[in-house]
Structures are given as structure tokens and as C-alpha cells.
């Protein structure tokens, strides 16, 4: 289905043609230089070598003509050989192929290299010399006679597994007039048009609920995406109704990560369903989780928190970064507990698991079952490798965490889903239609992902818990620290989440795990296994070894370099070397936690040390990582700078480790799968090459054969290996620095990347980069508590230049509102009818004419929501109020209409709330102002006053309780309290003691103050004696006042009531 999609071939009546991968940037210029020629080629593969017949051919070899033959053979991991063959595509240029059947019963022919007109010289032996080079085998020494089938030629047979089938390859799509226009090109070279293995396919057949648990480079979100083309595949051919076409969601933290799987998803529905296959590109939604969360939220949630992916939300949202630099940075720790490990106890233990929420119950060691022994709130599981000292610690710091997340009012992830939950619990979300709305829900990155995230994602299944249609992709190691993410916790919760929901106490759930490495050459795989073994053996756990795509390629090394810090000449080489690298395809990393412990280090060696003096882009000439901020990057080279030197534990751990001699103890095992994790992000950061730079002593004692095995014995000299790598500037590290510092809003990240791209050709993609980047920084530095309003002005205007320049006129206008520039707003865009409800602002304010005020009022309803900035939205919101209660008494009834229909409740109050006179002749002026603030609310909550809400009313009666002519303040205090404000009891209270100095204890003014206090004690939740006291001694006093009320008669039941006050009072005076 997938390959006859792509290929147009079906393997059986005609070939399915493919390309090796490796060709995909040679076919791309030769496309440019030598159209011609390479149509030719590929009208030679699609005419000639995919029919059946040409094999067969006796008489004139078609298949290799004079020229051709065979001139060498692949030779797989089982033994089996398939030949390597050479034609003649035309008269000048030559083509290198293959032929073999799969054990899916389909026959390929693949073309693995070719030789235009002026690469000839070079011999056919160099054309196939690197092509073994890429998949192992044998060159002939001569060519040999290509044998027909017709004559006894065979045709080659590869096993299941063999290396040959998982090779990066590329389909060729048959055309009957082969014209290599656009489309056709930009098919052929698409990322999308890959062969797919046989374990990524079993993937894709398995069914739901599925965990894929993958390292690096394995393929995970390729086999969500195919799963969706798939699925509709399917459905598509069973003719079913329109109107009942699946929903399905796909979500990942990383909106580049869900552009990704989108692009795939479009390209390969396209090929699988050629016509009407958009109906099927509409019923998949693809949302960051985040955003997911806020469209949960209810209403005014939704609209008072920002979107989470937006730049505004920076001032709002705590993302890992922020968390780490404006509060863990500034803490004083006992134990040293990186940021990480700090993020993934708050996340992944407490509040992912809906502990530790605002409001809820304390947790403390008890509630952790690994310190007790017991059954607990938190499973033995989770924290079993933890200490009781940094379960502590890292309580300590959660509770810190969460005063100052509160203070500064600040949302984090979980507090997001935990609002959303609510909002779903209680049916008042503003999404709500999205609950029980897709049939399947795909997740990748999935080790991002908290048990309540995983529980929320439930509410959106439409066959839940019937059927859990549910894929997860992830990868555990991808975390730094143990204690986060791990498949047993996930499987466990699905379990019984699933088992509690449904009944069925039958449903189990395993991880699949995905091996194969895509991104990495086999050197680096069988590096990255070292360390994964090592994780097993310490742990005492039965791991899995990744597996390199192509076992015999030769691509990528693994070097050690020796290099002394303390010589000069090399040191100055060195500084010169990491200068240069900052704008190639290089990433350097130091064995550092975090940035705190890497600026440490970095102080501690000579050649990074000089470096702080030379100034680029603020003071940045290195591009050095710690294991925290080179998560989630990758290089073409990596280099392990000094890990041995400059690292205080790295030798202990590295042996203890690697050494594989002894099992981890319980007091070690934490501190030793802590490093191994760590270690394994370094040693997966690298897409080709890894260089081991360190002393003689360290490399020999911390990088040996006997830990590392002897794929690591590549040793190189200084000068060898500043010869060997090269530092050719490039973006490719400035883009991806771009757009992963954008996702994290990582300012250290982005002023990398800006200082990255300047080191390279100044072109027009270059300047287009820097200005982009340069926007981001200033948009996440103006939305962030690090710099001063003063300095914040100033990035707002620069930002201004920058969106201006680029003709981003709308977001330029937006930080012209926030900076209060209505004046250049006014001279500026009087003609830009697409600004016009901000320009009559500008206009309304700067010329004070009322014609103005009117035309707002007009549009203000209709098109606020064309403001697509939340923080300008409430400002121009804030500045409407501002104007209309400025104008109030100029303004027209009818736009007083219009603006009572378009503001809220609250907002109409706050908006004609009177400006009352305090001086000595206003009783006459505040009563008429007091009449028309009825009226006016009457206008807009009705003329009975019952029938107001509690809230609303109580507002009302506040703001006339503020009256200093108020008629019958005692009557509105009692309202008040009978809607729930015992504040206006206290308030009231307060003003008779002011207005009444020394109350006489036989004052009548003594049965006021008990009717307010008695209307609002029953709102008190908490009773506190000495108030209970205190109001019993009042009600003693006012009993006795009582019966002094002039009447003729007493009532007996008063009369002894207060003699026993009496009483009371003597008893206790």
C-alpha cells in the first residue's frame, strides 16, 4: 500500500524503483547543472530497468549494453551477496544499480550511484568504491559479464533483517512522459519520501493502546505519522460515509516536532489517496499540549490567561528556563540538586501526579512509600532510587517554588491542566465539544508527559474506555534525571486507570520498542551502547541495545585527542579552533550540570577562561553546552571537551560505571544512573562524529579500550584533528539554535544563535535569520521580569525598527499601544484601513474631537477581535473605559446603548462608578448622583433589585456605601451582609467609632453595632473565642438597653433576659 503509493510499481509486474538516500543532495545540484543528463537517468530507471523484460533480454543486453556488467557486490551481515551493476544511461553517463527480492515478496532495483560526462575520469572503480564505502562489500577487479535471465541469471535474495532494507532510500515514481518539473523534483527529494523498515512497519500495525519507546534517532514520530496516513487509507477504501470520518488529535510539547509529523502526514495521504484526500487532512487537529490545556480552560480563564505559545505568554507561564534562571539560580541549597533533577520532582512526583496543587493537603516524607515502607501517596517506585535527605531538599524547594510561583502570579504547565480538569469536571469548558471527540489520540514525546496529562487526554477519546485509542511515543533516557518519566509508571496508570473505568480487569500494556538507530552511523551506536549496558548492569535491569541502520557503513568516527592546556602554542590553537567553531556544525560540551556548574568550570581552564575577554555579540566567541542546555540539539561533530580534566567526580564515576564489576548499592545507585543518563545525552547529541579532547592521563584512564570497547581506539594529534574537522561557517547551527531557543524561550540559546549566524557569508537568508532572532530575543526580554521597565522601553522601540523594516506594520503598531505612542500612531496610519479601531484611538486621544469617540464606540464591538495581541487587547479595553468614563456625560443615549451591550457586568459598574463630592455643600450633588447610578444600573441588571446577583448587588451597594452623604449606611451594611461582604460590617463598624468618641456604655449605639455584627458572623468560617466572648458581652449589654426601649410595657422574656445579663456581667465584669 505505502511503497505502490509512492512508487506507482507494484514489485511483481513492474520494480519498485528506489534511491539511496546518500545521492539526495548530488540528484539536487545535478538537477541545477545537469537537468538533461539526470532525466535521462531517471527515464533509463522508469522505462528500462523496472520491466521484467529487459532482464530477460538475450540478444541486445539492454540492461547493461556495451559498457556494462558486473563490477562489484554487497555483501550483508548473513552472507548474502547482492551484485552491484554498471550501465550506460546514454552515451556519456553512467548508472550504478541493484536488483534483489524481499521477503516481502516484491522485487527493487535501487540505484546507488552514478557518473556524469566529467566524472568519467575518475573510473568506475571510485564510483563503486563509494558505494561500499556505504554498504560494505567487494569491489571486482575487472567487470564482469552481465548474465540475462533468460540464460540462467539470478536474481538476488535478501534476508529479513539484512542491512540492505534498512538503508536510507528514496522512491522514484513512475511517469509514462518522465518531465522533471517542479512538483516532480520536489516529490523526489521530499524528507518525506522514505522507505519505511520492517520494525517501524510493525509498529504501525500494532494496535492501540501503544507505548513506542525509542532512543534518539529511532524513527518514533515517522511512525506516528504513517499510522494517521494509514488509518485513513483504510478507510478511504471501505467507502464509508463522509460525515462519519474519524477525528484524530496529535499532540506534542514541541510545535516543531507536530510540523514535522504534519508535513509527513500531508505528503504521504496525498500519494496513498491521489483524489479528495483533504476531507481526511481537516479531521486531524494537531495541538502543542499546552495550547490543548488552554482551550480546555473555561471561559474566562481562557481569556485572561494568554495563549501558551505565544510571546505574551512569557510574563505569564513558567517554562523550564524560566524556572531555572529567575528562581532555582537564586536559591541557597544544602545539597547540590541540579535544576533539572529540582523541574522533574515538581513535575513528574508531586504535581503531575495532582499533589502538591494550590490549595490541597501538604505532602511530607510520610507520604512517600520508598522512605516509610508503607503504602503512600507517592509509590515506592517513584522516588526508590532517591535519598530521604533530597526527598527533603527537593519538598523544601517545591514549597519555595510555589510561594514565589504565587507572588509573582505565575502558572506552570500542571497548574494549567489542573485548571482545565476543573473546567472539564464541572462541564464549563470553553472547548467542551472537544471531550469524547477523537477516535485516536497520538502523543510523541511522550517522557514529557505527567500522569495527569495522560488522564485529561482520556476525556477527549471517543470510544473510551471501550477502546483506548491511544499511541504514545517516547524515549526515558531523553530525561536527564531517573526520577521523571518512566514507561512502568505510564503503564501502571493506564492500567488501572483503564481497569477502574471500565471493569475490564483483563487489560494489560506493554512498551514496543523501537532499536534501530536512523540518525546515527554504527560508531556512535555501538558508543551510545556502552552506556546503556552499563545502565542495565549497575541497575540490576534487563535493557535493550540500539541497533545502527546500516551495520557496514564506515561514515563517522569516534577520535581521541590529547591536548595539554598548559602549552601555549596548543592553547592558543585550541582558542582559535573554538572561535571558529561557534558558526559551524559543532557543539562542545563540558561535564556540567547546568549553566551554574558550566561557568564554574569554564573558569577553571585556561583556553575557555581567556576566552570571556574576547567580545562577540555581548561577550559570546564559544559555543560551550552543559548536559542540560545540549538536550535536545544535535551537531554533525560533538566534542567532549575535558570531561576527565575539568569534572571533579568524572574519573570515580566513569570507571565505577563502565567498569562493570560490581553492582550498584543503594546508596549509589542514584548518583550512578544520574550520570549514566547524563552521559548517554552527550554521547546521542552527535550526527556523525565524536572527538574525545583530554589530557593523556585522563584519556587513559577514563576512555580506554577495556571501558569503552575497541570501537574507541582512534587517536588523532592536535594538529591532526584541527586539519581533519573542519570549521567552515555555516546556519545550519544558528537555525536550529533559532528555532529550539524559540520554543523554550531560551535567551542564552538565542544570543548563540544570533552570534552563530554572524559568523557566516552574509546572504539574504542570513540577514532574514538575524533579524528573526533578533525579534525573539527582544520579544521574550520585553514580556520577562529580568530587565527594568527603562530598558524595556528602549527593546520596544528597537522592535518597532525591526518590524517596520521587515513590514510587520501590525506588530509594530501593537508595541507603538503598549509603549503609549499615540501620536506617531496618529500621523503614521491614518491610511491603513486595516488599523482603523486603534488610529481612532490615536485620534480620539490626540485631538480630543468626540466624532472620534463616536466611531469607536460604533466598531469597538466588532473588531477588538481583530487585535491579535492579549496584552493589547486589554489595554486598548482598559483605554476605552478610560475615554468613555472621561466623555461619560458628553456621550449620546444611543451609544450609551451600544456600550452597555458590550461591556460585562462588572466593567459597566467599575465604568460609571460616581466620582462622589466630599466638600461640605455636595449632600444635594452626591444624592442626584446617587439616583442616576441606580438608574443606569437598572438600565443593565433590570429595574427589581432581588433579582440581581449577590456579587454584582454587592458591588453596587459598596460603591454607595463610599457616598459621604450616604442617607442609611446601616441599611446597605445590612444588605451587604445578607449578600455575603462582612467586610462592609467591619468598614461600618469602624466609621461609628471614628464619628463617635467614648461611646457611653448605656449608648443605644451599642444595638447597631450588635445588628451588623450578628448579620455577618455567619459568613465566618473559623470561630475564634475571644470574639465569641466579645459578642456575648455585647448581646449581654444590649439586652439590658432593651428594655430602656420607653414602652409602657415590658416584655417579661427581655425583662429576665437581662436581669441574667446582669448576672453575667457582676459574675465576670
Given at each position: 500500500?505505502?511503497?505502490?503509493?509512492?512508487?506507482?510499481?507494484?514489485?511483481?509486474?513492474?520494480?519498485?524503483?528506489?534511491?539511496?538516500?546518500?545521492?539526495?543532495?548530488?540528484?539536487?545540484?545535478?538537477?541545477?547543472?545537469?537537468?538533461?543528463?539526470?532525466?535521462?537517468?531517471?527515464?533509463?530507471?522508469?522505462?528500462?530497468?523496472?520491466?521484467?523484460?529487459?532482464?530477460?533480454?538475450?540478444?541486445?543486453?539492454?540492461?547493461?549494453?556495451?559498457?556494462?556488467?558486473?563490477?562489484?557486490?554487497?555483501?550483508?551481515?548473513?552472507?548474502?551477496?547482492?551484485?552491484?551493476?554498471?550501465?550506460?544511461?546514454?552515451?556519456?553517463?553512467?548508472?550504478?544499480?541493484?536488483?534483489?527480492?524481499?521477503?516481502?515478496?516484491?522485487?527493487?532495483?535501487?540505484?546507488?550511484?552514478?557518473?556524469?560526462?566529467?566524472?568519467?575520469?575518475?573510473?568506475?572503480?571510485?564510483?563503486?568504491?563509494?558505494?561500499?564505502?556505504?554498504?560494505?562489500?567487494?569491489?571486482?577487479?575487472?567487470?564482469?559479464?552481465?548474465?540475462?535471465?533468460?540464460?540462467?541469471?539470478?536474481?538476488?535474495?535478501?534476508?529479513?533483517?539484512?542491512?540492505?532494507?534498512?538503508?536510507?532510500?528514496?522512491?522514484?515514481?513512475?511517469?509514462?512522459?518522465?518531465?522533471?518539473?517542479?512538483?516532480?523534483?520536489?516529490?523526489?527529494?521530499?524528507?518525506?519520501?522514505?522507505?519505511?523498515?520492517?520494525?517501524?512497519?510493525?509498529?504501525?500495525?500494532?494496535?492501540?493502546?501503544?507505548?513506542?519507546?525509542?532512543?534518539?534517532?529511532?524513527?518514533?514520530?515517522?511512525?506516528?505519522?504513517?499510522?494517521?496516513?494509514?488509518?485513513?487509507?483504510?478507510?478511504?477504501?471501505?467507502?464509508?460515509?463522509?460525515?462519519?470520518?474519524?477525528?484524530?488529535?496529535?499532540?506534542?510539547?514541541?510545535?516543531?516536532?507536530?510540523?514535522?509529523?504534519?508535513?509527513?502526514?500531508?505528503?504521504?495521504?496525498?500519494?496513498?489517496?491521489?483524489?479528495?484526500?483533504?476531507?481526511?487532512?481537516?479531521?486531524?487537529?494537531?495541538?502543542?499540549?499546552?495550547?490543548?490545556?488552554?482551550?480546555?480552560?473555561?471561559?474566562?480563564?481562557?481569556?485572561?490567561?494568554?495563549?501558551?505559545?505565544?510571546?505574551?505568554?512569557?510574563?505569564?507561564?513558567?517554562?523550564?528556563?524560566?524556572?531555572?534562571?529567575?528562581?532555582?539560580?537564586?536559591?541557597?541549597?544544602?545539597?547540590?540538586?541540579?535544576?533539572?533533577?529540582?523541574?522533574?520532582?515538581?513535575?513528574?512526583?508531586?504535581?503531575?501526579?495532582?499533589?502538591?496543587?494550590?490549595?490541597?493537603?501538604?505532602?511530607?516524607?510520610?507520604?512517600?512509600?520508598?522512605?516509610?515502607?508503607?503504602?503512600?501517596?507517592?509509590?515506592?517506585?517513584?522516588?526508590?532510587?532517591?535519598?530521604?535527605?533530597?526527598?527533603?531538599?527537593?519538598?523544601?524547594?517545591?514549597?519555595?517554588?510555589?510561594?514565589?510561583?504565587?507572588?509573582?502570579?505565575?502558572?506552570?504547565?500542571?497548574?494549567?491542566?489542573?485548571?482545565?480538569?476543573?473546567?472539564?469536571?464541572?462541564?464549563?469548558?470553553?472547548?467542551?465539544?472537544?471531550?469524547?471527540?477523537?477516535?485516536?489520540?497520538?502523543?510523541?514525546?511522550?517522557?514529557?508527559?505527567?500522569?495527569?496529562?495522560?488522564?485529561?487526554?482520556?476525556?477527549?477519546?471517543?470510544?473510551?474506555?471501550?477502546?483506548?485509542?491511544?499511541?504514545?511515543?517516547?524515549?526515558?533516557?531523553?530525561?536527564?534525571?531517573?526520577?521523571?518519566?518512566?514507561?512502568?509508571?505510564?503503564?501502571?496508570?493506564?492500567?488501572?486507570?483503564?481497569?477502574?473505568?471500565?471493569?475490564?480487569?483483563?487489560?494489560?500494556?506493554?512498551?514496543?520498542?523501537?532499536?534501530?538507530?536512523?540518525?546515527?552511523?554504527?560508531?556512535?551506536?555501538?558508543?551510545?551502547?556502552?552506556?546503556?549496558?552499563?545502565?542495565?548492569?549497575?541497575?540490576?535491569?534487563?535493557?535493550?541495545?540500539?541497533?545502527?541502520?546500516?551495520?557496514?557503513?564506515?561514515?563517522?568516527?569516534?577520535?581521541?585527542?590529547?591536548?595539554?592546556?598548559?602549552?601555549?602554542?596548543?592553547?592558543?590553537?585550541?582558542?582559535?579552533?573554538?572561535?571558529?567553531?561557534?558558526?559551524?556544525?559543532?557543539?562542545?560540551?563540558?561535564?556540567?550540570?547546568?549553566?551554574?556548574?558550566?561557568?564554574?568550570?569554564?573558569?577553571?581552564?585556561?583556553?575557555?577562561?581567556?576566552?570571556?575577554?574576547?567580545?562577540?555579540?555581548?561577550?559570546?566567541?564559544?559555543?560551550?553546552?552543559?548536559?542540560?542546555?545540549?538536550?535536545?540539539?544535535?551537531?554533525?561533530?560533538?566534542?567532549?571537551?575535558?570531561?576527565?580534566?575539568?569534572?571533579?567526580?568524572?574519573?570515580?564515576?566513569?570507571?565505577?560505571?563502565?567498569?562493570?564489576?560490581?553492582?550498584?548499592?543503594?546508596?549509589?545507585?542514584?548518583?550512578?544512573?544520574?550520570?549514566?543518563?547524563?552521559?548517554?545525552?552527550?554521547?546521542?547529541?552527535?550526527?556523525?562524529?565524536?572527538?574525545?579532547?583530554?589530557?593523556?592521563?585522563?584519556?587513559?584512564?577514563?576512555?580506554?579500550?577495556?571501558?569503552?570497547g575497541a570501537g574507541n581506539q582512534t587517536i588523532l594529534g592536535l594538529d591532526d584533528f584541527f586539519e581533519q574537522i573542519e570549521t567552515k561557517p555555516t546556519l545550519t547551527k544558528a537555525n536550529q539554535y533559532f528555532e529550539i531557543g524559540k520554543e523554550r524561550r531560551d535567551l542564552e540559546l538565542l544570543h548563540k544563535a544570533f552570534a552563530s549566524a554572524k559568523r557566516c557569508e552574509n546572504t539574504d537568508e542570513r540577514r532574514t535569520l538575524l533579524i528573526n532572532i533578533e525579534i525573539t530575543i527582544l520579544q521574550i526580554e520585553t514580556n520577562s521580569n529580568i530587565i527594568s521597565d527603562k530598558d524595556k522601553i528602549a527593546k520596544r522601540r528597537r522592535l518597532v525598527e525591526l518590524y517596520e523594516q521587515i513590514g510587520d506594520h501590525e506588530k509594530a503598531i501593537y508595541e507603538r499601544v503598549i509603549l503609549n505612542d499615540w501620536l506617531t500612531i496618529y500621523e503614521k496610519y491614518k491610511n491603513k484601513r486595516q488599523y482603523k479601531l486603534i488610529w481612532h484611538f490615536?485620534?480620539?486621544?490626540?485631538?480630543?474631537?468626540?466624532?472620534?469617540?463616536?466611531?469607536?464606540?460604533?466598531?469597538?464591538?466588532?473588531?477588538?477581535?481583530?487585535?491579535?495581541?492579549?496584552?493589547?487587547?486589554?489595554?486598548?479595553?482598559?483605554?476605552?473605559?478610560?475615554?468613555?468614563?472621561?466623555?461619560?456625560?458628553?456621550?449620546?443615549?444611543?451609544?450609551?446603548?451600544?456600550?452597555?451591550?458590550?461591556?460585562?457586568?462588572?466593567?459597566?459598574?467599575?465604568?460609571?462608578?460616581?466620582?462622589?463630592?466630599?466638600?461640605?455643600?455636595?449632600?444635594?450633588?452626591?444624592?442626584?448622583?446617587?439616583?442616576?447610578?441606580?438608574?443606569?444600573?437598572?438600565?443593565?441588571?433590570?429595574?427589581?433589585?432581588?433579582?440581581?446577583?449577590?456579587?454584582?448587588?454587592?458591588?453596587?451597594?459598596?460603591?454607595?456605601?463610599?457616598?459621604?452623604?450616604?442617607?442609611?449606611?446601616?441599611?446597605?451594611?445590612?444588605?451587604?451582609?445578607?449578600?455575603?461582604?462582612?467586610?462592609?460590617?467591619?468598614?461600618?463598624?469602624?466609621?461609628?467609632?471614628?464619628?463617635?468618641?467614648?461611646?457611653?456604655?448605656?449608648?443605644?449605639?451599642?444595638?447597631?453595632?450588635?445588628?451588623?455584627?450578628?448579620?455577618?458572623?455567619?459568613?465566618?468560617?473559623?470561630?475564634?473565642?475571644?470574639?465569641?466572648?466579645?459578642?456575648?458581652?455585647?448581646?449581654?449589654?444590649?439586652?439590658?438597653?432593651?428594655?430602656?426601649?420607653?414602652?409602657?410595657?415590658?416584655?417579661?422574656?427581655?425583662?429576665?433576659?437581662?436581669?441574667?445579663?446582669?448576672?453575667?456581667?457582676?459574675?465576670?465584669?
Amino acid at each position: 500500500m505505502y511503497e505502490n503509493a509512492l512508487s506507482k510499481a507494484d514489485g511483481v509486474n513492474l520494480y519498485i524503483p528506489k534511491y539511496c538516500a546518500s545521492l539526495t543532495k548530488i540528484i539536487e545540484n545535478d538537477m541545477k547543472k545537469n537537468r538533461v543528463s539526470v532525466k535521462k537517468i531517471f527515464t533509463d530507471i522508469t522505462t528500462k530497468l523496472i520491466n521484467p523484460e529487459f532482464w530477460n533480454d538475450k540478444t541486445n543486453f539492454p540492461i547493461v549494453n556495451q559498457h556494462g556488467g558486473y563490477v562489484g557486490k554487497i555483501v550483508d551481515e548473513y552472507g548474502n551477496t547482492v551484485k552491484i551493476i554498471k550501465r550506460s544511461a546514454n552515451k556519456s553517463d553512467r548508472i550504478y544499480f541493484c536488483r534483489y527480492f524481499a521477503p516481502n515478496n516484491v522485487t527493487y532495483v535501487k540505484l546507488l550511484g552514478y557518473q556524469l560526462k566529467g566524472q568519467r575520469d575518475l573510473g568506475w572503480k571510485e564510483e563503486v568504491r563509494n558505494i561500499i564505502n556505504r554498504t560494505g562489500g567487494v569491489i571486482f577487479d575487472d567487470i564482469k559479464p552481465f548474465v540475462p535471465d533468460s540464460v540462467g541469471g539470478e536474481l538476488d535474495i535478501v534476508k529479513r533483517d539484512s542491512h540492505l532494507l534498512k538503508m536510507h532510500s528514496g522512491f522514484i515514481c513512475i511517469k509514462d512522459n518522465l518531465e522533471l518539473t517542479e512538483n516532480y523534483i520536489e516529490d523526489l527529494l521530499n524528507e518525506a519520501n522514505i522507505c519505511i523498515t520492517d520494525d517501524q512497519f510493525e509498529q504501525i500495525a500494532k494496535k492501540t493502546p501503544l507505548l513506542i519507546d525509542g532512543h534518539a534517532g529511532t524513527g518514533k514520530s515517522i511512525i506516528i505519522a504513517l499510522r494517521i496516513a494509514a488509518h485513513f487509507k483504510i478507510w478511504d477504501s471501505e467507502d464509508r460515509k463522509d460525515e462519519n470520518i474519524p477525528n484524530l488529535l496529535v499532540v506534542a510539547y514541541n510545535k516543531r516536532v507536530l510540523d514535522m509529523i504534519e508535513k509527513y502526514v500531508n505528503y504521504w495521504i496525498s500519494k496513498m489517496i491521489p483524489e479528495f484526500y483533504e476531507k481526511y487532512l481537516d479531521r486531524i487537529h494537531y495541538l502543542p499540549t499546552l495550547n490543548l490545556y488552554h482551550q480546555m480552560l473555561k471561559k474566562e480563564d481562557y481569556s485572561n490567561i494568554p495563549i501558551p505559545t505565544s510571546v505574551e505568554a512569557n510574563a505569564t507561564f513558567v517554562n523550564f528556563y524560566k524556572f531555572k534562571s529567575e528562581f532555582f539560580n537564586n536559591l541557597e541549597l544544602n545539597e547540590y540538586i541540579s535544576a533539572e533533577q529540582a523541574w522533574h520532582f515538581i513535575r513528574g512526583v508531586l504535581k503531575g501526579r495532582e499533589l502538591g496543587w494550590h490549595g490541597s493537603e501538604k505532602i511530607t516524607l510520610d507520604d512517600f512509600s520508598s522512605i516509610t515502607g508503607k503504602d503512600g501517596k507517592i509509590s515506592r517506585k517513584v522516588t526508590e532510587k532517591m535519598s530521604s535527605e533530597m526527598i527533603e531538599n527537593l519538598l523544601n524547594i517545591h514549597y519555595k517554588y510555589e510561594q514565589w510561583r504565587k507572588e509573582n502570579k505565575y502558572l506552570d504547565d500542571i497548574d494549567l491542566v489542573r485548571r482545565a480538569m476543573e473546567a472539564i469536571e464541572f462541564g464549563n469548558s470553553k472547548s467542551g465539544d472537544l471531550i469524547s471527540k477523537y477516535h485516536t489520540t497520538l502523543i510523541d514525546e511522550g517522557q514529557d508527559l505527567t500522569i495527569v496529562e495522560f488522564k485529561l487526554l482520556t476525556y477527549l477519546l471517543k470510544e473510551y474506555p471501550g477502546k483506548i485509542n491511544i499511541v504514545v511515543g517516547g524515549d526515558p533516557l531523553q530525561t536527564i534525571n531517573p526520577t521523571g518519566f518512566s514507561w512502568e509508571n505510564l503503564e501502571t496508570f493506564i492500567t488501572r486507570k483503564v481497569i477502574e473505568d471500565s471493569g475490564n480487569d483483563k487489560f494489560d500494556i506493554r512498551p514496543s520498542r523501537m532499536l534501530v538507530s536512523h540518525r546515527m552511523p554504527k560508531s556512535l551506536v555501538d558508543f551510545a551502547n556502552v552506556i546503556i549496558n552499563a545502565r542495565g548492569y549497575v541497575s540490576d535491569e534487563d535493557v535493550d541495545l540500539m541497533k545502527a541502520l546500516d551495520e557496514h557503513s564506515t561514515e563517522g568516527f569516534i577520535a581521541r585527542v590529547s591536548y595539554d592546556v598548559n602549552d601555549e602554542e596548543q592553547r592558543e590553537k585550541m582558542s582559535n579552533f573554538i572561535q571558529e567553531s561557534l558558526g559551524s556544525d559543532i557543539g562542545t560540551i563540558i561535564w556540567s550540570r547546568d549553566s551554574k556548574e558550566l561557568q564554574e568550570l569554564k573558569s577553571r581552564d585556561k583556553t575557555l577562561d581567556n576566552l570571556t575577554a574576547i567580545s562577540s555579540d555581548g561577550g559570546i566567541s564559544e559555543d560551550i553546552h552543559s548536559i542540560e542546555s545540549v538536550k535536545g540539539l544535535e551537531f554533525e561533530t560533538v566534542i567532549l571537551y575535558r570531561f576527565g580534566d575539568l569534572a571533579d567526580s568524572f574519573n570515580k564515576l566513569v570507571n565505577e560505571s563502565l567498569s562493570l564489576e560490581k553492582k550498584a548499592t543503594s546508596e549509589n545507585l542514584y548518583e550512578l544512573l544520574y550520570f549514566l543518563n547524563r552521559l548517554f545525552i552527550a554521547a546521542t547529541r552527535s550526527k556523525k562524529n565524536i572527538i574525545i579532547i583530554d589530557s593523556n592521563e585522563s584519556i587513559e584512564e577514563n576512555w580506554n579500550s577495556k571501558l569503552w570497547g575497541a570501537g574507541n581506539q582512534t587517536i588523532l594529534g592536535l594538529d591532526d584533528f584541527f586539519e581533519q574537522i573542519e570549521t567552515k561557517p555555516t546556519l545550519t547551527k544558528a537555525n536550529q539554535y533559532f528555532e529550539i531557543g524559540k520554543e523554550r524561550r531560551d535567551l542564552e540559546l538565542l544570543h548563540k544563535a544570533f552570534a552563530s549566524a554572524k559568523r557566516c557569508e552574509n546572504t539574504d537568508e542570513r540577514r532574514t535569520l538575524l533579524i528573526n532572532i533578533e525579534i525573539t530575543i527582544l520579544q521574550i526580554e520585553t514580556n520577562s521580569n529580568i530587565i527594568s521597565d527603562k530598558d524595556k522601553i528602549a527593546k520596544r522601540r528597537r522592535l518597532v525598527e525591526l518590524y517596520e523594516q521587515i513590514g510587520d506594520h501590525e506588530k509594530a503598531i501593537y508595541e507603538r499601544v503598549i509603549l503609549n505612542d499615540w501620536l506617531t500612531i496618529y500621523e503614521k496610519y491614518k491610511n491603513k484601513r486595516q488599523y482603523k479601531l486603534i488610529w481612532h484611538f490615536a485620534a480620539s486621544i490626540i485631538t480630543n474631537d468626540p466624532n472620534y469617540l463616536n466611531k469607536i464606540i460604533d466598531t469597538y464591538a466588532s473588531q477588538k477581535n481583530d487585535i491579535n495581541n492579549l496584552d493589547v487587547k486589554r489595554l486598548i479595553a482598559r483605554k476605552y473605559k478610560e475615554i468613555l468614563r472621561k466623555n461619560l456625560s458628553n456621550i449620546e443615549n444611543k451609544y450609551l446603548k451600544i456600550i452597555e451591550k458590550e461591556f460585562d457586568g462588572d466593567d459597566w459598574i467599575e465604568l460609571l462608578e460616581p466620582d462622589w463630592d466630599d466638600s461640605d455643600t455636595a449632600v444635594i450633588k452626591n444624592s442626584k448622583k446617587s439616583d442616576n447610578f441606580m438608574k443606569q444600573m437598572e438600565s443593565k441588571f433590570g429595574k427589581d433589585h432581588n433579582s440581581w446577583p449577590n456579587r454584582i448587588y454587592a458591588k453596587i451597594l459598596r460603591i454607595q456605601l463610599k457616598n459621604p452623604n450616604c442617607i442609611d449606611p446601616s441599611r446597605i451594611v445590612d444588605e451587604l451582609a445578607a449578600k455575603g461582604d462582612p467586610d462592609a460590617v467591619k468598614n461600618a463598624i469602624s466609621n461609628i467609632f471614628t464619628n463617635n468618641e467614648g461611646i457611653n456604655v448605656d449608648s443605644r449605639i451599642w444595638l447597631d453595632i450588635l445588628k451588623f455584627i450578628e448579620s455577618s458572623t455567619y459568613l465566618l468560617k473559623e470561630k475564634h473565642p475571644a470574639r465569641e466572648i466579645m459578642i456575648q458581652r455585647l448581646r449581654d449589654v444590649c439586652s439590658i438597653l432593651d428594655i430602656r426601649k420607653g414602652f409602657t410595657g415590658l416584655n417579661l422574656k427581655e425583662f429576665l433576659e437581662a436581669l441574667n445579663s446582669v448576672k453575667r456581667i457582676q459574675t465576670n465584669p
